[in-house]
């Protein structure tokens, strides 16, 4: 993994760079709004400026874009609505520099590799692109390629903004107790791990696997991955047929809530039960296939918590879920370090995480703002005098990205208390609460 805590005349010059690329195009934006943009109001202006800056800086700015348009609850509307254009295709690389990469990882011609390999790729993103192919047993695949020279680029970028997050913990309170370095280093390690292809296509394997681990989950999928035809820099997989979730329309005769329910169940199994989960899920990954599954695609970055976090993650479900005891959410949190000078008991410590968290998981989901849950972490975090847990930050973004669709898709949901998601998670208990309450759950 490359050194992230380093900072030397590269990054200030990038630094100095992203500061006048960003101010100089939301300036831009602003001085030109009475002759371009006449019908916005100034912040909108100024956002769009700053979105314009973020594709000028490439890839690491288009995937904050990416962030602050799905998680709109975190950042400022007129903000977060620019950025939705980062969700968009970006303009790809030349179709010979694709062929080139693939060639250069599989040692063949592409006509040797391939019964057919379209030129025109299906999309283009920040780090990679994908492109149509077909095997020579007649199998339809996807290639996904990555954009020549990406890495370096993306890691100069990643230490410019390290540091950046350093000098604003030292600022404010607020960014230390967030653990801004913490999130900065996350991103670092999922970069690094989506710039390595095998890795990549390994987790997807593992997650694909685990799906069907308990004989349910058959409106869930994600692509197989074809090994022969992977190499550092690119991925084989199975061809998916359907369009994005955000793109269904509501009055079909899709049952959309039953489309998030299960495809946020399968996401909460891997997280708690399996390990690999996704990392990325905008909705541009989640979609709904032609036969009515809900697909998981682009495992370029992939989370996996240890068992210590799985294990709190779910004393915290099952808390809210069935018995409101977080004490056990104590427990699992001293044997990791936290609280150790904090004189206080365990019921106490565990009254402190459900009078925090409880309303956040209680709630309509599509209610949920990425930025109160990220406060709730605050909250805890001043309480015990440490910085909140990165894996917990992590989690937290992954259900910003959900509070979006839900809020269209899935009114009145409300995630912490539905018994279906965590019908393999707690399976004795739930199904004791089943029959309890003789309600009956999804079949699938």
Not at 79 to 88: F, G, K, P, S, V
Request: glycine residues 8%; aromatic residues 10%; negative net charge.
């Amino acid at each position: 993994m490359p050194e992230l805590d380093r900072f030397g005349p590269a990054q200030l010059w990038r630094a100095i760079v992203v500061g006048a690329v960003l101010l100089g195009c939301a300036l831009f934006a602003v001085v030109t709004k009475p002759f371009t943009r006449r019908s916005m109001g100034w912040a909108d202006a100024a956002s769009e400026g700053v979105v314009n800056g973020f594709e000028f800086l490439g890839p690491t700015f288009v995937k904050l874009g990416q962030l602050m348009a799905s998680s709109s609850g975190m950042f400022p509307p007129p903000l977060a609505n620019a950025c939705l254009r980062c969700l968009d295709d970006v303009p790809p690389v030349p179709a010979a520099a694709a062929r080139a990469v693939v060639e250069a990882d599989l040692g063949r011609p592409i006509d040797e590799l391939f019964a057919e390999f379209d030129d025109r790729p299906l999309a283009a993103a920040s780090v990679a692109q994908v492109h149509a192919c077909v095997l020579p047993d007649g199998r339809e695949a996807v290639i996904k390629v990555q954009r020549p020279n990406i890495g370096h680029r993306m890691l100069l970028d990643l230490r410019t903004a390290y540091w950046g997050a350093r000098q604003l913990e030292r600022l404010h309170e607020f960014f230390r107790i967030a653990n801004a370095t913490a999130i900065i280093r996350d991103l670092h390690n999922a970069t690094m791990t989506e710039l390595n292809s095998a890795v990549e296509a390994d987790r997807q394997t593992r997650f694909r696997d685990a799906l069907w681990a308990f004989g349910d989950n058959r409106w869930v999928t994600a692509p197989e991955v074809y090994w022969p035809y992977c190499g550092p820099h690119v991925i084989c997989m199975e061809r998916m047929h359907g369009i994005p979730i955000d793109r269904i329309d509501g009055d079909g005769d899709v049952d959309t809530q039953l489309l998030i329910r299960r495809g946020v169940k399968a996401w909460i199994e891997a997280i708690t039960l399996h390990g690999p989960f996704h990392g990325d899920v905008h909705a541009g990954n989640l979609w709904l296939l032609d036969d009515g599954r809900i697909a998981l695609l682009d495992f370029g970055i992939v989370g996996e918590l240890p068992e210590v976090w799985r294990s709190i993650l779910r004393d915290m479900f099952h808390a809210t879920l069935l018995d409101g005891d977080y004490s056990r959410v104590a427990r699992g949190i001293r044997e990791l370090g936290y609280t150790a000078d904090l004189d206080a008991t365990d019921a106490e410590i565990g009254a402190q995480v459900g009078a925090v968290l409880a309303p956040v998981f209680a709630n309509d989901l599509g209610e949920l703002k990425l930025s109160s849950l990220i406060m709730a972490l605050v909250t805890i975090g001043k309480q015990w005098g440490v910085a909140s847990p990165e894996e917990l930050v992590l989690f937290g973004k992954q259900l910003g990205y959900f509070e979006r669709y839900a809020t269209r898709m899935a009114p009145g949901w409300v995630m912490g208390t539905d018994l279906y998601l965590f019908r393999n998670v707690f399976r004795e208990e739930v199904a004791a609460r089943v029959a309890e309450l003789g309600v009956e759950l999804p079949a699938d």
